[in-house]
């Protein structure tokens, strides 16, 4: 999956805000800014990763006829 993708580049973009927020209230100088928001960009596909495997359809396991004619009750 490429980090560039749309979906990555928003989650990203919404992980760097309280950076870039700090950086413009001057809690954080530049380079502090510079640095930190590469993490978000990885963090961002780490998100987007995670929650694309979280819904990816799960193969169903293949059934057995003999599992679909036991009888639990049946002596």
């Known amino acids: 999956m ?3 993708r749309w979906d990555v580049l928003a989650v990203s973009f919404l ?6 927020a700090l950086g413009l ?3 954080l100088g530049v380079h502090d ?3 930190r928001l590469p993490w978000c ?3 961002g596909w780490g998100v987007v ?6 819904a ?3 193969p169903s396991a293949p059934s057995s006829p003999t599992d679909e004619d036991a009888d ?3 002596p």
């Open 25 to 27: 209230r001057g809690d």
């Open 15 to 20: 992980l760097a805000l309280p950076v870039l």
């Open 33 to 35: 800014v510079v640095t």
């Open 2 to 4: 490429s980090p560039l």
């Open 41 to 43: 960009l990885a963090a």
């Open 72 to 74: 639990p009750a049946a």
């Open 49 to 54: 990763a995670l929650l694309r495997w979280a």
């Open 56 to 58: 990816a359809p799960r």
